[in-house]
């Protein structure tokens, strides 16, 4: 099925609106995956530079607790486990180390003996149940006298455990870290662990975003969390200047649905006019004049015009040159019964060299009714008709002639009988059915063919020629309409056809 032009460009601009539409919606993709991951990275680096400032305060706390641990005699002294003593010495710790608001000794052994609180206490059977150090916890959650608790071991001079140094402190200077390191408009949270689920227990600034992205970073071993929310989320992929890369990409993509039209246009336009040239151009080759140029708008078809121009002039010269050799028929315009022998006599003398030839002798049928009914114009209307269809479908390479009266040939040149068999089949197929003479008239063509070819025993071009006309004879009388086939090697069958119609 014949596919039309706009068809084409339409589908060729189809196809590039996709393409740009999947390369925009890949580079959005990749904008904006990078756009997050950019402010990912800047936040984590944020939160993680406030964990680690609040892993270095807690370090500082617990490396001042372990030097104080080891001091001399405190070992000893909760192995005396004299309450006064022990009482005398907790202030001295309160007093030495900064931000600390209780201090408590105590000895191995049942530290629910020492007035701790529930949760306190919680916490310092969690830490005395394994070797490692105490990570630091809020207890008092929301109360006035809320601070977090830190606790190392108290061991001897033998490295056995003698008791625990549980120290509180207070949460003024850990949320003093996290306000100094707080940046504009952003908001700090703190978080410990409680059961399943996650407490707070320090926030600094406020959320001015609900849409905002959160970081969070775990600080030490986990127990606490910290979530950290910029001033804002991430710009929008069409947001801020990214809203003039739209247009102008929109605006490209104006321009070359502007440009593909424009290109549309133009080539319509010069297919157009190209084809009315080669339009004018077979006028021309009818009517027997044939220019020198003819105005030709695309570089691609005028290639193939020079070819089409070159092989008119070369067929005009060729039809002027039989004409002066009176080698053709005035009425039909085909080779004479002169050229057609002339032409069998060469193939003859090279069928040896090259390949035999295969002769078929056409007859029309009931041609004579329609001189006799419809008048000799008719007649002569018809033998053109029939010629110009025959012109139509046989192969350039062949030969066709007019005989005389209503008997036309064709040489199917280098074709051995099975091909040309085949020809002569396809020649029945292809003629037309019906052609129109004169004054409304419409003729139901038949023919009837005789077919041979060349054989290595024949003494001359004639023996072939005499073999189709007993063809063709045979086919008149088995009815007409057929063509029959003269074997050369296995002689005329009597009543074998290879077509009917």
Known sequence: MARSLTGIHLQVFLILLLCLAGIGYVGYLVVRDMQQASWHESASQT???VSGRINELVTQQRQALEKTAQQPGLAALLQRNVPAEIARKEQEIKSLLPGIVSVQLLPRGNPAAQGLDPACLDYLKRVTATDVPASPEFHAVGAPAEHYDLTVPVRDENRAPAGHLLAGFARAPLQAVLEQSLPRNAYLELQQAAGSEMQTVLAVGEITDADAGVVSSMLGDGR??????????PIPILGGNRIYYLAAILGV???IMVVLFRLYRRTIKSVRHDIHSLIRMFRDLREGSVRVGYPMALKEFAE????LRDRGQKLMKEKEKLKDMGLMDHLSQLGNRRHFEARLKELFDTSKANGPSSVLIIDMDHFKAVNDKHGHDAGDALIVGF????????????VLARLGGDEFCIIYTYASLDKAKGLAERLRKQLPREISLPKGVIHQLRWTGGLSAMHDKDAKPDDVLLRADQALFQAKEAGRNITKVYDPVAGLPAKKQIMSS
Do not use: E, M
């Open 47 to 49: 939160a993680g530079t």
């Open 224 to 233: 606490w969390s910290l979530l950290y929310q910029p001033a804002q989320a």
């Open 253 to 255: 993509l104006g321009v």
């Open 304 to 307: 193939i015009f020079d070819y």
């Open 387 to 398: 010629a110009n269809a025959l012109h139509k479908v046989v192969r350039q390479t062949d």
